[in-house]
């Protein structure tokens, strides 16, 4: 058997022992979280995964749940148009092509609706050709970032160069010289992204409606994209629809034609910013 005085040697040996590999780490973790060279901020403290609670018969959607209300309040971040008048605003996330946005060009174009298109830096590159003809006929093109990465993780001169290199080259193949709307890729954000945005120049857009359309392997038909879609509907909706879904493609005319036989009007976003904006740029239903 050990002797006492071996017993509490080998005791205190232990002890410290455990409080080395402790502190090296804690050291260890506190580095690898810390910014280097202030490049990255990878603890991104307070972020959020935007999400919200969906209409259910007309009722207005809600954040109030969510905890982020008073970060998209602060940096005059959209979630919502005018809630007290019957108006829809359509945006589009086109973070590559899947076949499927001259269809729905077509059919806005047919329509008469406005459309906001929130392109990558990938789309951009390989879609100029979209891109003037979205301008062309009177849309709306937004910023979704260069590389689609979590904005949350970049500093403040990263996130810069990841607008900047979207607007350059939109406005190289457009024309188009404003570019004010953001919406954050992934839909991640926290009070930094949205505050270096609106440093320059731009109003982040999320949206109140939305569904699982994104994943083009479980597409389930345009009927499915219909009915998640207009039972959602609710005045001052920002509607988000993904361009690579070929449901969104075949059922884009229906969802328009039943939304206004509900009294619901098309507006653009132009121009507006804050949480209640009065939306301009009407485009008028054709026959």
Not at 88 to 115: C, H, M, S, W
Not at 160 to 168: D, G, R
Not at 233 to 242: Q, S, T, V
């Amino acid at each position: 058997m050990l002797s006492e005085n071996r017993y509490r040697e080998e005791c205190a040996f232990a002890l410290t022992k455990w409080i080395v590999q402790t502190v090296f780490i804690v050291l260890g973790l506190g580095l690898a979280v810390w910014p280097v060279g202030g490049n990255r901020i990878d603890a991104s403290p307070g972020a959020y995964h935007f999400g919200f609670k969906k209409s259910v018969n007309g009722s207005l959607p809600s954040i109030d749940e969510e905890g982020f209300k008073p970060v998209l309040s602060k940096n005059g971040a959209l979630f919502l148009g005018d809630t007290t008048k019957k108006e829809l605003f359509l945006t589009f996330d086109n973070g590559y092509e899947n076949g499927y946005t001259p269809r729905i060009l077509d059919v806005l174009k047919q329509k008469n609706v406005p459309a906001l298109f929130f392109v990558t830096g990938h789309f951009v590159k390989d879609q100029p050709e979209l891109l003037k003809r979205m301008a062309a006929d009177g849309h709306l093109i937004g910023n979704h970032s260069w590389s689609h990465p979590d904005m949350t993780q970049l500093s403040e001169s990263q996130i810069a160069s990841e607008l900047a290199k979207v607007k350059e080259q939109v406005e190289g193949l457009t024309g188009q010289q404003s570019m004010t709307f953001l919406r954050p890729p992934r839909g991640i954000f926290n009070d930094h992204v949205l505050a270096v945005s609106k440093r320059h120049g731009y109003t982040s857009v999320f949206w109140s409606i939305a569904y699982k359309d994104w994943d083009v392997n479980a597409q389930r038909g345009g009927a499915y994209a219909f009915e998640q879609v207009t039972k959602q509907l609710h005045p001052g909706a920002i509607l988000l629809l993904h361009s690579v879904s070929k449901d969104n493609a075949e059922a884009l005319g229906n969802i328009i034609d039943e939304a206004r036989r509900q009294g619901y009007e098309f507006k653009g976003l132009d121009g507006q910013t804050g949480l209640n904006p009065s939306p301009i740029n009407e485009f008028l239903p054709t026959e």
